[in-house]
């Protein structure tokens, strides 16, 4: 039976706002794991180049200037983290970052989605 389950993203962030982004990472990490997460990660594009599929900014259609940042949130399950995103939510503490116009990146341009984990070594 296959265990675990990902919030995944991929979205692009000017460079020159990825201190103020790496703080808000360090603020959701915090309050994600406080109210279950089993894990969290934001990993900023270092080697981007690639001969084979598609490069990431060009999946993320990055800008000048821009990069690329992967993420993912661990939980036990889908209904772990069913159960968790909405105490995240709640939480006054995300409400407290800003409002979603004045992030550090454009939300707009931000992928996401729910994975069911298929290999975990």
């Not at 915090?30 to 180049?49: N, P, R, S």
């Not at 990431?56 to 209904?79: D, H, N, P, W």
């Amino acid at each position: 039976m296959l265990m675990g389950y990902v919030d995944g993203y991929v979205l692009p962030v000017p460079k020159k706002n990825l201190k103020a982004y790496r703080r808000l990472a360090q603020q959701a990490a915090k309050i994600w794991c406080e109210h279950g997460a089993l894990d969290y990660k934001e990993c900023v594009g270092d080697d981007l180049t690639t001969k084979i599929g598609v490069p990431f900014q060009k999946y993320a259609k990055t800008k000048a200037g821009e990069t690329v940042i992967f993420a993912y949130i661990l939980f036990k399950s889908r209904a772990h983290r069913d159960r968790v995103n909405p105490k995240v939510m709640k939480d006054p503490r995300i409400h407290a970052m800003g409002d979603p116009k004045d992030m550090p990146f454009d939300y707009k341009r931000m992928a996401y989605g729910g994975f069911k984990i298929l290999v975990n070594a």
